[in-house]
């Protein structure tokens, strides 16, 4: 068998080795581990792209299918990496979890750090999930904890909540504001009640790692695993609904419902994204294949015709959720790779996405 050594041409380049020390990294974050004490001064750099401004904001062009689209604002030198990103209701703000254990909040429009950082975590930000209300703000960390913030103070409103053991890799708020899901190491989804301030029930099922949560409009969770299954479950009951969803070789990084419930889609390490048409069967309904490395985040857009997916390639791509196509051009501009992506809420016009290297970048969405 050949080694680099005998053949120059095998020899792994540098930027091979960087990402692989990367994801071992991730794989096993460091034992010991300090929320960082400071804020970090962002600045908002403007770069070129296909997009003009008038008094409204931000207008695009047309884009064609051989267009790279650069981010039409980036914020940057947020100090570590931006593992989770959620839109407030109104799409007025972003919230931000990173690795230095902060939340952060900016303003959509202005690009600039509003109300005080969220300290707290004394580990990875893993998920941040703003409340239906827009009140307060759900947070889930490899500390083992998950916490709720109030959006104006920046203070933790309650006790945190803690379940067995392990990490906490996602967090999702039912529709009515009353309970969290969060995913966790342990192989469980817990259930909380936010008014009572304790754990309501666990969902046992999984064989590993619960990696991602989400919910549906009628209060039905989806879970997705480093077992590499997708299971659905009923909030009241805690029962699982069918048997789980199985189609990819990899794990789950990411689960996602439409906006009807009727679909789910899954992002995964083999490099695909499943739909699974829950009226169906337990088949995979669409396979959606482009990226070249392993798919860690993806959405659906509001009016449930589109997908947004990102990638270790660094890669944000816009797909067509009915045929599996994709649209348009890909989203380029990331620091490194992506590790969360989110359409704003109502028109779906802005993607936004997190970065391995510290930058959210935010895109106008006008190719549907």
């Known amino acids: 068998m050949l ?39 962002p600045t908002v750099d403007t770069v070129q792209s296909r997009l003009s401004f008038t008094g409204d904001g931000p207008r695009s062009a047309p884009i064609t299918d051989n267009d790279n689209l650069l981010p039409c604002a980036t914020i940057s030198r947020l100090g570590d990496k931006i593992l989770s990103l959620s839109f407030s209701p109104d799409g007025t703000r972003i919230a931000s979890g990173s690795a230095n254990g902060l939340i952060c909040q900016w303003d959509v429009h202005s690009r600039a750090q509003v109300s005080p950082l969220s300290r707290g975590h004394q580990h990875w930000v893993r998920s941040v999930a703003f409340s239906p209300n827009g009140q307060w703000i759900a947070s889930a960390s490899y500390d083992g904890t998950v916490r709720m913030w109030d959006v104006h103070s920046g203070e933790q409103m309650a006790p945190s909540l803690q379940g067995r053991n392990g990490r906490v890799f996602s967090v999702a708020i039912s529709p009515n504001g009353e309970e969290i899901a969060s995913g966790s190491a342990d192989t469980t989804i817990g259930l909380w009640d936010v008014q009572a301030g304790k754990k309501a029930r666990t969902l046992e099922g999984h064989t590993d790692k619960v990696q991602s949560v989400a919910v549906s409009q009628s209060r039905i969770f989806v879970s997705g695993s480093h077992d590499k299954t997708v299971r659905l479950w009923d909030a009241t009951s805690g029962v699982q609904l069918r048997r789980p969803l199985e189609g990819h070789t990899g794990m789950i990084w990411s ?26 069967s337990s088949q995979v309904d669409r396979r959606l294949e482009g990226h070249a490395d392993e798919v860690t985040s993806v959405a659906f857009s509001p009016c449930g015709r589109r997908l947004v997916s990102g990638s270790m390639d660094s890669n944000v791509f816009v797909w067509d959720a009915q045929s599996g196509a994709r649209v348009g051009a890909s989203l380029r501009g990331n620091a490194g790779w992506v590790r969360c992506v989110a359409f704003s809420p109502g028109d779906g016009r802005q993607i936004v996405s997190g970065t391995e290297g510290g930058c959210i970048c935010i895109w106008n969405e006008r190719i549907h």
């Open 255 to 280: 689960v996602a419902f439409s906006p009807d419930g009727r679909k789910v889609v899954s992002a995964s390490q083999d490099r695909y994204l499943c739909i699974w048409d829950l009226r169906n």
């Open 3 to 41: 080694c680099w050594r005998r053949d120059p041409s095998l020899r792994p380049t540098v930027d091979v080795i960087a990402e692989k020390i990367r994801r071992a990294m991730y794989n096993a974050a460091p034992a010991s581990f300090t929320a960082s004490s400071h804020a970090y001064a």
